[in-house]
């Protein structure tokens, strides 16, 4: 179909134009695009610091909320399948909640900074060094310790296997390394040796007993029951 031309005087004066103040009228000679993108420009950061303020105000609300006092709180845990409540300071760890306030002594205090697994306990399944969580962090998640390994009844096969293949000498690692075989044999059942010897990597045992803790895991892999990998 055929357009007719458009004649672009007329288009302004169609478009009201032609009742505008002289600044901000484009058919002005004194109206420029320099005048034009200078008044957009404003308004454009003049909006954007108007956000940039509220969502300044938003993170300093969340802040506000997650900051909590010093003092003692109380804390819902499960451990070892036990609903508890402990009352702490935020600053405690978990090891030291397990230790100091409920006894749980399996799980050992031995580098303090995260470097040699001797503090595993499963978190929700899956190995974490105590010594790197706040308590509060963990609350509403299932803790389970190397206590929970023996029981009048039943004594779990990783216990089993490491007195069977002697996985021990001193004894300070070994509460976190039989954590460890447990977590991961869970998560990885029929691993092979090498797998184990991975899935372990976070552990440290001083004596060398690395072999003995190997073939324990191997062992405890081919007889472990799946369960699902995630957690915390
Ligand atoms: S005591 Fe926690 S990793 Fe060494
Ligand atoms: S048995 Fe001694 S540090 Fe592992």
Do not use: W
Request: glycine share 8%; with cysteine; hydrophobic share 35%.
């Amino acid at each position: 179909m055929d357009r007719e031309p458009v004649n672009r005087s007329d288009q302004s004066s169609r478009t009201g134009d032609a009742g505008r103040s002289d600044s901000t009228n484009r058919s002005s000679p004194e109206f420029n695009r320099r005048d034009f993108l200078r008044g957009s420009g404003a308004a454009m950061a003049a909006t954007a610091m108007a956000v940039a303020a509220t969502e300044q105000q938003a993170a300093a609300q969340q802040q506000a909320a997650k900051v909590v006092s010093a003092a003692p709180h109380p804390v819902k845990l499960n451990v070892n399948g036990v609903d508890l409540t402990l009352t702490v300071e935020p600053r405690v760890l978990l090891i030291d909640a397990l230790r100091n306030d409920l006894n749980l002594t399996g799980c050992k205090d031995v580098c303090d900074r995260t470097n040699c697994g001797a503090c595993t306990v499963l978190i929700d399944g899956k190995p974490v060094y105590a010594c790197s969580r706040l308590v509060m962090d963990v609350e509403g998640q299932k803790i389970v310790t190397s206590e929970s390994l023996l029981s009048p009844t039943k004594t779990d096969d990783v216990v089993t296997n490491f007195c069977k293949h002697d996985g021990m000498q001193c004894g300070f690692c070994t509460p976190g390394f039989v954590m460890a075989v447990r977590g991961y044999c869970n998560q990885n059942p029929k691993a092979t040796v090498d797998d184990c010897r991975k899935g372990l990597g976070g552990n440290i045992c001083r004596c060398g007993t690395y072999a003995g803790v190997l073939q324990a895991a191997f062992d405890t892999a081919q007889t472990a029951t799946p369960i699902a990998k995630g957690g915390a």
